[in-house]
Structure formats: structure tokens, C-alpha cells
């Protein structure tokens, strides 16, 4: 839902390559899996999404055995060295790890869903927490994108462990937070003609609409990203945020807000400009840039933006 925006990305790549390119145990390789990747590694971490379809291709054309792969890339095979995925996710790795690496992305609000933050804290004391990295694409299925940066996201436990668990997903036919933007696909709105008159929970239901001049392809992809993850019945659990809205309509409007902008625009930097003014009236962020800022910033919009609060 949050589309993971960073000008480093590139760059955080291949770092991510060269800080990992040690962790990958070639000893139980067959001579064709251990070619393939001696001359493919860097292809293979850094790929882009829309690169992943010739690496398939690839691994069914040359016949590379799955099992091989996993112990390459995954490494969770019982009685096989744990590198890969495995190394890369111990917390007890001294070297670049997981942590490492979602410092560096700095993403603190689930991209699936736009609900839990994801912040990312290293202490001394071993109480630290960071997002959990879902695999795109499903590394029991396809383990050779077990260690590829853009098959790696960023995400809250009940998006990556309790909803999609092994669900397949492809470039084609899911939003991939690293090149899909869902909020410029869906708007949430709900299923009543006048949103203004609702006054309680079961007045309604939130529902997501189309926007205009989208293509069949992101319709179907938006329209899998929400059933795969739920997302109609997990934000059905925050109608209080749609009717808090509706409250704040009913008192405020934009001369409202611009008559506050301009009582304390002379004497304090309280109020920088109207958006400052709803941000915090709101308590949400209100611009589509900043929906990555703070949980529910998506639904607080699109739902202000319908009661003519933005």
C-alpha cells in the first residue's frame, strides 16, 4: 500500500550484495548449480522485479535442482550449514544482517497494509525489534530469490506471517512495493451514498473504490493485494478513525482552518500553513506523499478528501 521510495536504492543494492556475497555455501552444489552461480551471484542479489521472470526461466531451462538452490539461498536445510537467508536473518550475526539492512531501508510503516509500524531498534541490551522481510516471491517455491534485495520487504508480522505465509505472488499479478504505487489504483471510501450522515460502526462498512484512469492490470493487482491481505476486514477494525472524521467535519470546514492559520500566523510558528493545520487536527499526515510517515495516514485521506476536510 506504501510504495517504498528511496533515491539510494540502487545503491543500497549492491551494497547489500557486497556486504552478503560471503554467505552463500557452494559445498553441496552439483558443477551445474555451483557454475550457475558463481557466474550469476550478483545478477541473482541484485535483480530488479521485472528481471525475476528470465532467473525462473533460466532455472527451468538449465534443470537446477530446487533442493540445491534452497540450501544456496535459504539455508534452512536441517544438517546443512545455515548461510543464505538464514545467516543474513540470525540475529547472532556479528557481520551485515537483517537489522542492518532494515536500518538502512528506514521503513516504519508496513508497506502491505499501512497499519503497524515497522520501526527498526538495535540495543545492547539484546531488546531489539525490526520489520519482518516477506519474500515477494515464495522462497519454499522459487528459492533462488532467497537473498535477492527486491524479493526482500519490509513488513509487520501479521501482513508476512499470519496472512500471506507461503500465498503465491507474482510481479504480474500483486502490487510489489518497490515499483507499484497502490495508492495512486485504490481510494477507501464506504458503502453508503452520504459518509457526512453515518454516526456509528454499523452505519457502514469501509470499502475501496477505483480511481479514475487506471489499467486492467493495476485494477487486478490492487484487487488481489487487498483479498490476499485482508485489508477489507482489517480496516473494517478502525471505523472510530471514519467516524472521528466525520466529527471533525461537522465542526470544521476550510475557512476553519484558514482562520486559524491566520490568528496565529503573526505571533507563533504554531501553524505553518492549512495542510500544517489539518496534520495536526487530524493527527495524520494529508498529502500522498507522506502516507509511509504514519499508520492509517491512507484511509485518514482518502476518507478527508470525501468529506471535503482536504
Given at each position: 500500500?506504501?510504495?517504498?521510495?528511496?533515491?539510494?536504492?540502487?545503491?543500497?543494492?549492491?551494497?547489500?550484495?557486497e556486504?552478503?556475497?560471503?554467505?552463500?555455501?557452494?559445498?553441496?552444489?552439483?558443477?551445474?548449480?555451483?557454475?550457475?552461480?558463481?557466474?550469476?551471484?550478483?545478477?541473482?542479489?541484485?535483480?530488479?522485479?521485472?528481471?525475476?521472470?528470465?532467473?525462473i526461466?533460466?532455472?527451468?531451462?538449465?534443470?537446477?535442482?530446487?533442493?540445491?538452490?534452497?540450501?544456496?539461498?535459504?539455508?534452512?536445510?536441517?544438517?546443512?550449514?545455515?548461510?543464505?537467508?538464514?545467516?543474513?536473518?540470525?540475529?547472532?550475526?556479528?557481520?551485515?544482517?537483517?537489522?542492518?539492512?532494515a536500518?538502512?531501508?528506514?521503513?516504519?510503516?508496513?508497506?502491505?497494509?499501512?497499519?503497524?509500524?515497522?520501526?527498526?531498534?538495535?540495543?545492547?541490551?539484546?531488546?531489539?525489534?525490526?520489520?519482518?522481510?516477506?519474500?515477494?516471491?515464495?522462497?519454499?517455491?522459487k528459492?533462488?530469490?532467497?537473498?535477492?534485495?527486491y524479493?526482500?520487504?519490509?513488513?509487520?508480522?501479521?501482513?508476512?506471517a499470519s496472512?500471506?505465509g507461503q500465498?503465491?505472488?507474482?510481479i504480474?499479478?500483486?502490487?510489489?512495493?518497490?515499483?507499484?504505487n497502490?495508492?495512486?489504483?485504490?481510494?477507501?471510501?464506504?458503502?453508503?451514498?452520504?459518509?457526512?450522515?453515518?454516526?456509528?460502526?454499523?452505519?457502514?462498512?469501509?470499502?475501496?473504490?477505483?480511481r479514475?484512469?487506471?489499467?486492467?492490470?493495476?485494477?487486478?493487482?490492487?484487487?488481489?493485494?487487498?483479498?490476499?491481505?485482508?485489508?477489507?476486514?482489517?480496516?473494517?477494525?478502525?471505523?472510530?478513525?471514519?467516524?472521528?472524521?466525520?466529527?471533525?467535519?461537522?465542526?470544521?470546514?476550510e475557512?476553519?482552518?484558514?482562520?486559524?492559520?491566520?490568528?496565529f500566523?503573526?505571533?507563533?510558528?504554531?501553524?505553518?500553513?492549512?495542510?500544517?493545520?489539518?496534520?495536526?487536527?487530524?493527527?495524520?499526515?494529508?498529502?500522498?506523499?507522506?502516507?509511509n510517515?504514519?499508520?492509517?495516514?491512507?484511509?485518514?485521506?482518502?476518507?478527508?478528501?470525501?468529506?471535503?476536510?482536504?
Amino acid at each position: 500500500m506504501n510504495q517504498i521510495k528511496k533515491q539510494s536504492l540502487n545503491k543500497l543494492c549492491i551494497n547489500f550484495y557486497e556486504q552478503t556475497k560471503d554467505y552463500f555455501i557452494l559445498d553441496a552444489c552439483n558443477q551445474k548449480e555451483r557454475k550457475y552461480i558463481q557466474n550469476n551471484l550478483k545478477r541473482i542479489i541484485t535483480a530488479k522485479p521485472k528481471d525475476f521472470s528470465r532467473i525462473i526461466e533460466d532455472v527451468k531451462s538449465k534443470g537446477l535442482r530446487h533442493d540445491v538452490l534452497r540450501k544456496v539461498f535459504v539455508g534452512d536445510v536441517k544438517g546443512y550449514p545455515g548461510g543464505g537467508y538464514k545467516k543474513f536473518s540470525a540475529k547472532g550475526t556479528k557481520s551485515f544482517n537483517a537489522y542492518d539492512l532494515a536500518e538502512k531501508l528506514d521503513v516504519n510503516v508496513c508497506p502491505y497494509c499501512n497499519i503497524s509500524y515497522t520501526y527498526t531498534v538495535k540495543s545492547s541490551n539484546n531488546k531489539s525489534t525490526r520489520p519482518q522481510f516477506d519474500h515477494f516471491i515464495c522462497k519454499k517455491k522459487k528459492p533462488i530469490f532467497g537473498m535477492s534485495f527486491y524479493n526482500l520487504i519490509p513488513s509487520c508480522s501479521i501482513c508476512n506471517a499470519s496472512i500471506k505465509g507461503q500465498d503465491i505472488f507474482e510481479i504480474k499479478t500483486h502490487i510489489h512495493p518497490y515499483i507499484d504505487n497502490f495508492d495512486e489504483i485504490k481510494n477507501f471510501n464506504i458503502d453508503k451514498t452520504l459518509l457526512s450522515l453515518v454516526n456509528k460502526k454499523n452505519d457502514f462498512n469501509i470499502i475501496f473504490e477505483d480511481r479514475e484512469n487506471i489499467t486492467v492490470e493495476q485494477r487486478e493487482k490492487a484487487n488481489n493485494h487487498i483479498k490476499s491481505f485482508a485489508l477489507e476486514a482489517l480496516y473494517n477494525g478502525h471505523k472510530d478513525e471514519v467516524l472521528e472524521l466525520v466529527e471533525v467535519s461537522r465542526a470544521y470546514n476550510e475557512d476553519s482552518f484558514d482562520n486559524l492559520v491566520n490568528t496565529f500566523k503573526g505571533s507563533t510558528q504554531i501553524f505553518k500553513d492549512t495542510n500544517d493545520v489539518k496534520r495536526l487536527l487530524l493527527g495524520h499526515h494529508v498529502e500522498s506523499k507522506d502516507i509511509n510517515k504514519r499508520p492509517l495516514n491512507k484511509l485518514v485521506k482518502d476518507i478527508s478528501k470525501e468529506l471535503g476536510l482536504i
